[in-house]
């Protein structure tokens, strides 16, 4: 596991945010932009060869790109195991079971958490007031 945030690396994955760059002495130095239109040397080493920096880069993107996959479907998981827990609860009351529904689906809609909880879209509207 990379120190990499999931913005980063989905930046990261992308070819167009790396550029190879040569200095006054004709080496290559591998650069990144993980920033809006800021570009940071991503590697110490410098390179002789553009391609073997090149090389270096397309030996990467598919490392992170099945780290980020992999980051993703586990958040994932952990949502869909807490989804359940939270629907089988019997120690709970709907009122809370809608608030901690809405904490960790903040992007469904009232008639979506009132769909998976089995009650009328009403009541998780005033729960959630």
């Known amino acids: 596991m990379t120190n990499w945030s999931d913005e980063q690396l ?14 006054v002495a004709g080496e290559t ?13 991503h590697s110490i080493k ?4 553009e391609k073997i920096a090149y090389s270096w880069l ?3 993107i598919p490392k992170w790109d099945s780290e980020l996959r992999l980051r993703k479907s586990t958040r994932a998981i952990k949502v869909r195991k807490r989804l359940k ?3 089988r609860s019997v120690r709970m009351i709907i009122s ?3 608030i901690e529904m809405s904490i960790l689906l903040p992007n469904y809609t009232h008639t979506d958490i009132a769909n998976e909880l089995g ?6 509207t005033r729960a959630l007031k």
């Not at 130095?29 to 040397?41: A, E």
């Open 96 to 98: 809370d079971k809608i």
């Open 10 to 23: 989905e930046r990261l994955v992308n070819v167009d945010n790396h550029k190879m760059v040569k200095d």
């Open 58 to 60: 397309y030996f990467w």
């Open 46 to 49: 410098v390179f002789e060869d």
């Open 119 to 124: 009650v009328s879209r009403s009541t998780v």
């Open 29 to 41: 130095r591998w650069m990144h932009s993980l920033s809006q239109g800021k570009w940071n040397t």
């Open 85 to 87: 827990r939270i629907k």
